[in-house]
């Protein structure tokens, strides 16, 4: 079993014999997440953190686990509420309580703590009222109305470039892989949506040997795609000519009942949007005469006219955020850490609503992960500063 | 002779013999402009220009030429000031003349036509006062404060993507490989610099076979021109490895002193920048024990200790948009165009500063090219209008 | 559990209850093989085996099941000998027997059955003399002296393409991100070996955002991988700038003691070459502090001045082929089956030697995988022909 | 006017006032062709040809000046007969002459010369009977049956990645971007011909930004193209859809009339092959209404319907060897010399038949030019030499 994937789930009671084993996981990550280790020395030494009880809505992985622990070692009175439905790491559960002191709660409980501030994945917390919250930070959230301010983690360009483009690019085509032993090269991958995920797949896709066809709504985005290499269709000439299709646009229908009608037998349909209608699962039944669960995440539908069409994930979003490689993660961790820093000195004159990651953190991490790499990069010397900002005319 | 070159330049007098081969130019060059001859069609039905006098401060090219000549079809009252010190290219300049009734005027007698309207280039005509001038578009200009609204042609889009990146990509890799006769594949190029020209040079030297090294001063960019595939070090550390040098920041001094003593022999130093002073040549030519001209527009600095370095234009910023292929160009005409369309219908609502291309156009611009492509792309269907706007939670 | 993967191996005795689960694994992984189907249908229209005894010397997978099958409906009576010391899927054994007929043997029963034709991987069950045996085709084996002809499976171009470049460039970043969770963008692959397999993995190393390094014994191959747009240096140099070390030599301590000294901390060895001491892990034995297995097939190696060094399967080369994916097993095992055709049909002329596969097999291989693909190419018209035969100057 | 360019050509009378400006030419490409100059300081030392008589039946570049000089530094009596038809650059002439004694002689001259070794381009020379010969190198030209040992330089791996690969993957686009102005991003080029040439043209156009197709004949090879991250399709399917054309296969109509019935508007047509028949330009012309040359190289045919299609060099081959960067024509002098050196120490005892250059000099070439560019490759331990030798079984 690999170590960052979860022995035992969904305990009713803590076991604390597995803190051992989760200990371990947590180190290992850990090792992988060189960004969130600096946030983590600063923190120890300035305890920004000191006194304030925080709440984390958070998937537990060994990621967010190391998250954990970094604020606490900043000073945080901190506790876990893992969203309804969630997997809950037995192990991982077990090491932070023991090791790090840090609770798992219910919702209810957790609230009920009266924390200052949160973080969270999703938005489910931050959707009721809580009564003396300061702020918060939020990944995979959609803009709300909130009575305190909100950073939202998803529009840090760091993170975008990590976790949106790149990350996404990897992660998504390695989970295809892992799910069906598709040969890449030569086949002719269908996108759906050229933003910053459908440009991270598209890269990696053509680095992989796959020919690739964008489809989009926007006429600018689908220039870019063209220019990139990528070759530019509607859905409805894609559809006949795709072995392997790749939603990510955030809209519903995308592949519809007229594109099913011209698949190929064999074409795989693959959702990565935010939106969980992207590939009409409805109007594909309607039209099939059988389907199965061929492999684990791997369903076959079986049209009338005897094509077989098989669809990911029954049409949910692969690729949640644990199939992000860690290196990613860690960008993304880190974003939470000095996010949740940046409200603890500024909230008070931050208007409530939602926030960008301001733009010296997300520099900042850029920063950090380019120390880890031990990459140097250039400084602006006094005379270029000052003609930068003069312009060449005065100078 | 190349067709889009120029058989006699700078002209004392109109010589109206060399209208043929100047019309013959101009028409060549609009066949791969279909973008402008679409907005040319519709200003020829529709007439937004009509009546209105119209000063064109531009390089004259047979892009420009068709420019001028669509603005004329729509009604305009045109005429072209080729800034002071450029080629006034005799056979475009006769067929102009002749053959569209289009005239050259030194600046201060076309201003002293009245223009109620200025396309421009670099923006020296702009920088004095014009009364009654209504508005103007900008391209390659830094912004100042006028008292009418100018609409900055570099910030759309699919200019930048076409002009910026993509266009300068190929243009200056092409430009390099006619001064130098160098072979790009397994060279290591250096770049300066990871806006959209240095990405767009970057990318296509990676597609050339040759090793890239970027350098940043912004952490953010750096981790973007690593994650691309590109390394990233400082310019000290890069400049004893590199064959290329390519600036394109904007800056001053970009390579200085300090990096010219760690060159190979027979590295070759280009600018492609706005700044001319990314190079440092006084401190080179300080080290230098003599210097010459080798071929055209490459000057060969011998070091003291006997290191040969190359350096093309001057240090002055290749690649002037001339270089640019018509297909790139044509985008931004078109910019101009309907920019200038927009203008008279909406200046006396618009503030006097410097305005975005508005996104409409920008859209309309990347719609047109598709359709000369025959590309079709895929447009919102009513519920997928709906669903973006009300998003999954609501349907 | 994936369907392509064992639900229950190494079984004492046959389980015929397994047979329903084994049949679904062979059907699902047979509609990803189209070549071998193409063949397959020929087969079963010509018998070109009909009444010969066939041994088979194959790990059992789905893949190889399906050659099985084909052979047997091309009339053989066909058995199968797993190689000692490899699993034994107890669903695939239990539907070969059940469903088609096909029984697994250990290799002194298999031999006494006095098999005419032998198709082997390894070259075990070749090594001992065979009485009456009349020909066999081999993969992963190295030339020796028999006396019969052998057909190098090998040595087909369209199999290099497939299985050892391609083929190989797809499954071993596979095989690596399972393992170890690794963000391939804008990290360093040094790649010891440009050869087939080298030539596959540094493409798509690039292909998905890493610099890769070159190492090589050979100036020609050198300079290919130059030219490709990757770096080239000596493994002393390359030792200490890599995050992923990948060596496909077939040759011993590449990386060896001097270069163990050099590597980064974090640094993971891979070997992917047909040598299994590619990686000198004695050598790193000594210089490290402790070892210990950290996930399945990473071990961790503590070095005494605290660097951690991770070796991934023991320095055994990974990939072994049922990593690859189907449709590259596709193109092989038709290769099999094709050529034990021609055996049958030409051994009784063809020298006792080892054979590479016949062009035309080669050819009909490449064929019919465009066939499958929907592929057209051109074909020579006879005035064409008449031209490539008498050249241009007699046109 | 660019220094390797021929400033006065075809002179009636050798001009030796033209020998300044023609040595700073042959000066300045000799600076980039190191591995050249590396044979060359070999040669001054050994003298190899010390009393020979050398003829070189080579078109008179630059790069072709420096070979000539080696060879006479090498103790040759060498002297240059220029094929009829070709350039005579003065400047060259005028310094071959003056600086270093080699002179220019019409074929029937030089022939009296009574040559003892021949270095020729296209074989004209070779056609006739030359008394005394005792053996000759050959470059662009076709097996035949010589009484003499010919060793071809064409066929040599190294010249093969650099001088049809590398190279021409280059100097056919810029070739194109020279006569065109095309913007490559975005666009359909269509390869006939999937060899060392089109491998190198589709890969360089790839990286471009443009969308490769590739036709072929030959099944493997085509597989080969479509993993490689291009399209493949037959011809017929591909006229309909591409905006450029370039054959590389050596065969005659490769594109002809049922293709030109299908061409878009505005397609371009280019051959790169061996065989100037490539384009059909007999059937072209007669479905065309009208041609006529609209920019030099450029031929734009007018089809019956209104289409315009454009040729470029009347269909004959583009990118002679002067089109080649110079680094790439460096490793072919190289091997002219090489194999020259050779054929002088073992003619004798070589069979009167073409010969490939030996494998000894493809790698001491390869080596050289890696020396050149500073990099450093590995050498076999001996402990390694044995392993490989023996094989793992006996390790």
């Given at each position: 079993?690999?170590?960052?994937?979860?022995?035992?789930?969904?305990p009713?009671?803590?076991?604390?014999?597995?803190?051992?084993?989760?200990?371990?996981?947590?180190?290992?990550?850990c090792?992988?997440?060189?960004?969130?280790?600096?946030?983590?020395?600063?923190?120890?030494?300035?305890?920004?953190?000191?006194?304030?009880?925080?709440?984390?809505?958070?998937?537990l992985?060994?990621?967010?686990?190391?998250?954990?622990?970094?604020?606490r070692?900043?000073?945080?009175q901190?506790?876990?509420?893992?969203?309804?439905?969630?997997?809950?790491?037995?192990?991982?559960?077990?090491?932070?309580?023991k090791?790090?002191?840090?609770?798992?709660?219910?919702?209810?409980?957790?609230?009920?703590?009266?924390?200052?501030?949160v973080?969270?994945?999703?938005?489910?917390?931050?959707?009721d009222?809580?009564?003396?919250?300061?702020?918060?930070?939020?990944?995979?959230?959609?803009?709300?109305?909130?009575?305190?301010?909100?950073?939202?983690?998803?529009?840090?360009?760091?993170?975008?470039?990590?976790?949106?483009?790149?990350?996404?690019?990897?992660?998504?085509?390695?989970?295809?892989?892992?799910?069906?032993?598709?040969?890449?090269?030569?086949?002719?991958?269908?996108i759906?949506?050229?933003?910053?995920c459908?440009?991270?797949?598209?890269?990696?896709a053509?680095?992989?040997?796959?020919?690739?066809?964008?489809?989009e709504?926007?006429?600018?985005?689908?220039?870019?795609?063209?220019?990139?290499?990528?070759?530019?269709?509607?859905?409805?000439?894609?559809?006949?000519?795709g072995?392997?299709?790749?939603?990510?646009?955030?809209?519903?229908?995308?592949?519809?009942?007229?594109?099913?009608?011209?698949?190929?037998?064999?074409?795989?349909?693959v959702?990565?949007?935010?939106?969980?209608?992207?590939?009409?699962?409805?109007?594909?039944?309607?039209?099939?005469?059988?389907?199965?669960?061929?492999?684990?995440?791997?369903?076959?539908?079986?049209?009338?006219?005897?094509r077989?069409?098989?669809?990911?994930?029954?049409?949910?979003?692969?690729?949640?955020?644990?199939?992000?490689?860690t290196?990613?993660?860690?960008?993304t961790?880190?974003m939470?850490?000095?996010?949740?820093?940046?409200l603890?000195?500024?909230?008070?004159?931050?208007?409530?609503?939602?926030?960008?990651?301001?733009?010296?953190?997300?520099?900042?991490?850029?920063?950090?992960?380019?120390?880890?790499?031990?990459?140097?990069?250039?400084?602006?010397?006094?005379?270029?500063?000052?003609y930068?900002?003069?312009?060449?005319?005065?100078?």
């Amino acid at each position: 079993m690999a170590m960052n994937e979860d022995p035992i789930v969904d305990p009713d009671i803590l076991d604390l014999g597995l803190a051992e084993p989760g200990r371990r996981r947590i180190e290992w990550v850990c090792q992988s997440m060189p960004v969130l280790q600096a946030v983590r020395k600063s923190f120890i030494k300035a305890q920004p953190l000191a006194g304030f009880r925080v709440l984390a809505g958070f998937l537990l992985t060994p990621e967010t686990a190391n998250l954990l622990i970094t604020l606490r070692d900043g000073g945080a009175q901190i506790s876990v509420a893992i969203p309804a439905g969630s997997l809950k790491p037995a192990d991982l559960l077990a090491s932070l309580s023991k090791d790090y002191g840090i609770s798992h709660l219910p919702a209810p409980a957790a609230l009920a703590g009266e924390p200052q501030w949160v973080l969270e994945q999703g938005g489910r917390l931050l959707a009721d009222p809580i009564p003396g919250l300061l702020g918060a930070t939020l990944e995979w959230g959609s803009p709300k109305n909130y009575p305190f301010p909100v950073i939202s983690i998803d529009q840090a360009l760091t993170t975008r470039l990590f976790d949106h483009r790149y990350g996404v690019g990897q992660s998504v085509l390695d989970g295809i892989l892992r799910c069906t032993n598709l040969f890449l090269s030569g086949i002719t991958v269908v996108i759906a949506g050229y933003r910053w995920c459908g440009r991270g797949i598209a890269t990696r896709a053509r680095g992989m040997g796959a020919s690739v066809v964008v489809t989009e709504i926007d006429p600018t985005r689908a220039l870019e795609a063209l220019m990139d290499g990528n070759r530019v269709m509607s859905m409805a000439e894609a559809a006949a000519i795709g072995d392997l299709f790749i939603t990510a646009t955030g809209n519903k229908n995308v592949i519809g009942r007229d594109h099913f009608e011209r698949l190929k037998s064999g074409a795989i349909l693959v959702n990565v949007g935010h939106s969980p209608a992207e590939i009409d699962l409805g109007a594909l039944d309607r039209i099939a005469s059988s389907h199965r669960t061929i492999r684990e995440s791997v369903e076959e539908y079986v049209l009338r006219d005897g094509r077989r069409i098989q669809v990911l994930a029954e049409g949910q979003p692969i690729n949640a955020a644990t199939g992000q490689p860690t290196a990613v993660r860690d960008i993304t961790m880190a974003m939470h850490a000095l996010s949740l820093e940046h409200l603890t000195k500024n909230a008070a004159e931050m208007p409530p609503c939602i926030h960008p990651v301001p733009e010296e953190i997300d520099r900042q991490v850029a920063r950090l992960k380019l120390d880890a790499l031990g990459l140097k990069i250039d400084r602006l010397t006094p005379e270029q500063e000052v003609y930068l900002a003069t312009g060449p005319e005065a100078n």
